[in-house]
């Protein structure tokens, strides 16, 4: 599986941050320890010159067993008394290791020359980034949806919350198996703004989510329309944890783009993996634009959630708001 250079960069700084946090963090643990029990580096360095010496015991001949096996005792000896400083301080000796965030490469990325789930796992995540691009997902949080721009339409003021509500609740329990959902409704009603606080949530439990208008999949879908070889965005759009597909039906109508998005919907469907597409089309409209198929496979497996109201971009823009 290939990845771009930007990628596989990027994945391998990750790393490297990780390693270092982890070892700093253990190294000034250990040094705070050390500071409290002086005894203890005396101990460790014992530890560091009975190993030493074994060494040299192996070389310098004469009953080089017996001699090892005292080097053996001595060792367990110091080790025992360096557990039981590091307990008399309260701690353990998991307590001053680094706590690497994957304990089966130490964040190395390799194990036994192989490489590890951990840096895979990161290049797929890193390379689903950059098929979504920049999205605003600091601005676009739970808590910074304001149910303010209903409250003139009690009818809708009720959807929203409704809606609102689900989504925390679909964020908060999101897995690689959650149901697929429908967003439906006009422009400005919300349904980005929640999409990419679904994202925000899936990102930080450590989903690999992909995002995008579908205007810029079509756009990614076409260019790799005569690829050969190597992962691209449709592969990306089908392997990833969640795929977000936003605004169905503004793209630039074309066959094979039609094709290439059913692929991805149905495989998704049949892998049994949670896609969101919002859309202001209907269902009737849906068939139309794609096809009776498409739009069956949405209807029949989607969760769908209708947003109310009036565009808040344009109540946005009256008072003044970005
Ligand atoms: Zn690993």
């Not at 009603?189 to 929640?194: D, I, N, Q, R, S």
Request: charged residues 30%; contains cysteine; hydrophobic residues 35%.
């Amino acid at each position: 599986m290939g990845y771009d250079k930007k990628v596989n960069e990027a994945a391998w700084a990750q790393l490297e941050q990780r390693r270092q946090s982890a070892e700093s963090a253990a190294a000034a643990a250990l040094e705070d320890f050390y500071a409290r029990c002086p005894r203890a580096l005396e101990v460790k360095r014992q530890m560091a010159s009975n190993a030493a010496q074994a060494g040299r015991d192996v070389v310098s001949g004469g009953d080089v067993r017996a001699a090892l096996e005292k080097r053996k005792e001595r060792g367990l000896t110091l080790s025992r008394e360096y557990e039981e400083l590091l307990a008399s301080c309260g701690l353990t000796p998991q307590d001053v290791a680094p706590r690497y965030a994957c304990p089966d490469c130490k964040d190395t990325g390799f194990v036994d020359g192989r490489m590890c789930r951990c840096l895979k796992q990161l290049r797929k995540n890193l390379a689903y980034r950059q098929l979504s691009g920049k999205l605003p997902l600091a601005e676009s949080t739970f808590e910074s949806f304001s149910l303010g721009y209903y409250r003139e339409d009690p009818e809708a003021l009720r959807q929203m919350t409704e809606i609102l509500r689900a989504c925390q609740t679909y964020a908060q329990r999101f897995r690689g198996d959650s149901p697929s959902l429908l967003f439906k409704g006009g422009t400005g009603l919300g349904k980005t703004h929640l999409s990419l606080a679904i994202a925000n949530e899936a990102l930080e439990k450590g989903f690999g989510v992909v995002y995008g208008s579908a205007q810029s999949f079509a756009m990614a879908l076409e260019k790799e329309r005569f690829r050969q070889e190597g992962e691209g965005a449709g592969d990306q759009m089908k392997s990833c944890d969640l795929l977000i597909l936003d605004d169905l039906g503004t793209e630039f109508p074309s066959a094979y783009v039609n094709a290439a998005l059913y692929d991805v919907v149905n495989s998704r469907m049949l892998a049994g993996c949670p896609t969101i597409i919002s859309t202001n089309l209907t269902l009737k409209e849906l068939e139309g634009r794609y096809s009776p198929r498409f739009a069956s496979r949405i209807a029949g497996s989607y969760g769908k959630l209708e947003f109310r109201g009036r565009d808040v971009r344009i109540q946005k823009r009256k008072t003044g708001q970005r």
